[in-house]
Every structure is written in C-alpha cells, then in structure tokens.
T-cell receptor, first 113, second 110 residues
Framework: DAGVIQSPRHEVTEMGQEVTLRCKPISGHDYLFWYRQTMMRGLELLIYFNNNVPIDDSGMPEDRFSAKMPNASFSTLKIQPSEPRDSAVYFC???????????FGPGTRLTVT | GQNIDQPTEMTATEGAIVQINCTYQTSGFNGLFWYQQHAGEAPTFLSYNVLDGLEEKGRFSSFLSRSKGYSYLLLKELQMKDSASYLCAPTTDSWGKFQFGAGTQVVVTP
C-alpha cells in the first residue's frame, strides 16, 4: 500500500486566499484524522471522521476552517480566508478503528504570508 | 480540558537506557499511545497500552497505570537514530479521540 497520501506537500499563499489540502487515506481504514502542528501548540487534532461522517470537530479553530470527506478515499481541509497564523504543518492520518495505530501522511507545510 | 505532562528534553549516550514519563488527566480514558517523530517527518506509531502493565516490543517498552494516570516509555540500548521527539497521547473519549502531549525531545550522544 502507498500509505496515506497528502497534497500538496508545500503551499505558500497570501493572506486572504483560499487554501485546500487533500488527503487519501489507506484503503480499508474507517477513521480519518486531520492534525495541525506548530512549534508553539504542538500537534493538535482538528477534526476526525468515521466512515466518512465527522465525529468531532471541536478542534477546528474557527469558521474559516472546514473539512469534508465525500467518500472513503478522499478528504479535504479548506481554509478560507487564510491568515498568517494558519502557517503550520497539516497532517492527515487514518486508522482501522480507534484502538489501532494511526498512519500519518507526510504532511503539508503551509506558509501564509 | 485535558492535561498531559512529559519532560521537554532528555539527553543520553549511545547504548544507555532512557525512561520518558507521562502523566495525564483526561475526561474519558480508553488507552494511551506513544509515537516517535523525527525532525521534519510525520509521527510513527510505537505502542498502545490499554491495560495496566508493561508492553515490550524489542528495544522499546511502554508501561501504563490507569489508576495513577501515568505511563512511561523505556528506550533500551539507545542508538543515534533514536534521537527524536516522543509523543505521549492518551485517549480522551469513548470514541477513541486522543490528544498529544507536547513531546519529549531525546538527544542521543556518542
């Protein structure tokens, strides 16, 4: 298996622009997680899905952030409008059940200028 | 809210043993994960403890005491490649959602 795939790997955008991050989980996994990692705040869970349904989005910072999972093999995290404080590495991870290890994608490094 | 406490940094020499402690207070606990993260890379799974006691996996072992809200990760026969951040992550609800600690940076010296 190719593992969790994320795109793009790097994104540089200007404040106010819309940013869309993409994730393809490992085939057969029923949980998908979106994380954000910064030096100041560490690794934070933003939202997670079970069988394509959002279970907990309490970690989403504000209404500028939204996430969707239209099918079992694809998810997006959108930031609109983006701000410099959104600069971080965004990881997507998937797992089979919650009592099993999560496999992380390589991350998207977002820089908002 | 959740509270996870682990040391910021630990230094040890090659071949030595290091124990990384983690204490936590969560509103709903099912188990605790340990992840390793090398600089610039994604976290990778090391262990998952559900029951009290020690789980051993080669050079790495993880211990859990549910009543004490305490876990440790033991790294034996340290190698240079073990230099990384180690993240403690207790679950926080019945769905299995979990929260990562800030991580312990382990520096292995020759």
């Amino acid at each position: 298996d190719a593992g969790v795939i994320q795109s793009p790997r790097h994104e540089v955008t200007e404040m106010g622009q819309e940013v869309t991050l993409r994730c393809k989980p490992i085939s057969g996994h029923d949980y998908l997680f979106w994380y954000r990692q910064t030096m100041m705040r560490g690794l934070e869970l933003l939202i997670y899905f079970n069988n394509n349904v959002p279970i907990d989005d309490s970690g989403m910072p504000e209404d500028r952030f939204s996430a969707k999972m239209p099918n079992a093999s694809f998810s997006t995290l959108k930031i609109q409008p983006s701000e410099p404080r959104d600069s971080a590495v965004y990881f997507c991870a998937s797992s089979f059940g919650t009592s099993y290890e999560q496999y992380f994608g390589p991350g998207t490094r977002l820089t908002v200028t | 809210g959740q509270n996870i406490d682990q040391p910021t940094e630990m230094t040890a020499t090659e071949g030595a043993i290091v124990q990384i402690n983690c204490t936590y207070q969560t509103s709903g606990f099912n188990g605790l994960f340990w992840y390793q993260q090398h600089a610039g890379e994604a976290p990778t799974f090391l262990s998952y403890n559900v029951l009290d006691g020690l789980e051993e996996k080669g050079r790495f072992s993880s211990f859990l005491s549910r009543s004490k809200g305490y876990s440790y990760l033991l790294l034996k026969e340290l190698q240079m490649k073990d230099s990384a951040s180690y993240l403690c992550a207790p679950t926080t609800d019945s769905w299995g959602k979990f929260q990562f600690g800030a991580g312990t940076q382990v520096v292995v010296t020759p």
